[in-house]
Nanobody
Framework: QVQLVESGGGLVQAGGSLRLSCAAS????????VGWFRQAPGKEREFVAV????????YYADSVKGRFTISRDNAKNTVYLQMNSLKSEDTAVYYC???????????????????WGQGTQVTVSS
């Protein structure tokens, strides 16, 4: 069992930055790929980014490429999402999820993840 807890959300002005954290428990966390998804009111949960178990591979949605950076520190059992140049369209609840396969292939699809966190709210003012 892997438990995930997101934190770092809040209110930020357009053009600003925010860093989200996904803290995990579980002995095998370092072998899991971890993805970030987001969901705005009235919309489907959408893929944001994914990182492989080692951190050696990443993949981003076109909407955030060049602005967001996903990283991980396996010694701390934590995955991060650095969000820069934030736009009002980035407003959503952000979720992290763990995939036991460990790779980024298929990481954009929700059904490939085994565990999900509770989400953290990100609000970008405009």
């Amino acid at each position: 069992q892997v438990q995930l807890v997101e934190s770092g959300g809040g209110l930020v002005q357009a053009g600003g930055s925010l860093r989200l954290s996904c803290a995990a428990s579980g002995r095998t966390f370092s072998t899991y790929a971890v993805g970030w998804f987001r969901q705005a009111p009235g919309k489907e949960r959408e893929f944001v980014a994914v990182i492989s178990w080692s951190g050696g591979s990443t993949y981003y949605a076109d909407s955030v490429k060049g602005r967001f950076t996903i990283s991980r520190d396996n010694a701390k059992n934590t995955v991060y999402l650095q969000m820069n140049s934030l736009k009002s369209e980035d407003t959503a609840v952000y979720y992290c999820a763990a995939d036991r396969t460990g790779g980024v292939v298929g990481g954009q699809y929700k059904h490939n993840y085994d565990y999900w966190g509770q989400g953290t709210q990100v609000t970008v003012s405009s």
